[in-house]
Nanobody, 117 residues
Framework: QVELVESGGGLVQPGGSLRLSCAAS????????MCWYRQAPGKQREFIAT???????NYLDSVKGRFAISRDNAKNTVYLQMNSLKPEDTAVYYC???????????WGQGTQVTVSA
């Protein structure tokens, strides 16, 4: 059974930082591209960042320089370090595991991030 469990969300003031974690089980983690998405109220889910199985990364333009995605294959965990947070970063953040080629695709349950004074 595949499970992705996000943690680390919460309420933070503008300019603050949070680190999200996503612990995976039931998959050969090192073979998967790991992604973070987010969905704000009334908006579509949007891609934020990917760390590929080879370690390369890709980001949504609006988070470049503020967010950093990383992975620890020994711990089956992917992280999203979020700095200089803005109110428009408020959303539910989701972890995604994607097997290259798209044969398998899994989602976590999401963690709420609220940026407010």
């Amino acid at each position: 059974q595949v499970e992705l469990v996000e943690s680390g969300g919460g309420l933070v003031q503008p300019g603050g930082s949070l680190r999200l974690s996503c612990a995976a089980s039931g998959i050969l983690f090192s073979r998967y591209d790991m992604c973070w998405y987010r969905q704000a109220p009334g908006k579509q889910r949007e891609f934020i960042a990917t760390v590929f199985s080879n370690g390369n990364t890709n980001y949504l333009d609006s988070v470049k320089g503020r967010f950093a995605i990383s992975r620890d294959n020994a711990k089956n965990t992917v992280y999203l370090q979020m700095n200089s947070l803005k109110p428009e970063d408020t959303a539910v953040y989701y972890c995604n595991a994607r097997f290259p080629g798209g044969a398998y695709n899994y989602w976590g349950q999401g963690t709420q991030v609220t940026v407010s004074a």
